[in-house]
């Protein structure tokens, strides 16, 4: 597993990357489809941050949240390719830390 001041490090830029894009775009534009993939990105985050700090195992009804590796990859890679990969890399750790029970 990452040391622990990577995954602190890898929590606090996905935290920022999803500020910037905010800053940078209208998310909450009801016409916007790119919202859906933040949200997906947040939450997956925060089932994270609970799974590492808490050791809360995510539940089987929260695993979809780490499932949208291809398109948010296909929406944000480009300007967006941090956002991507640090979600990839959530997703990751959250299986090899085994989170999901």
């Not at 998310?27 to 994270?48: C, G, M, R």
């Amino acid at each position: 597993m990452e040391k622990k001041q990577e995954i602190i490090d890898l929590i606090s830029s996905t935290c920022l990357e999803l500020e910037r894009f905010k800053a940078d775009r209208n998310i909450f534009d009801a016409s916007n489809p790119t919202k859906h993939n933040i949200y997906v990105i947040e939450i997956a985050l925060a089932l994270f941050q609970l799974g590492y700090f808490v050791n809360r195992p995510i539940e089987t009804s929260e695993e979809y949240w780490f499932e949208g590796a291809y398109y948010i990859h296909y929406d944000f890679d480009g300007e967006w390719g941090v956002l991507a990969d640090n979600y990839s890399r959530i997703v990751s750790l959250a299986n090899r830390s085994n989170f999901f029970r």
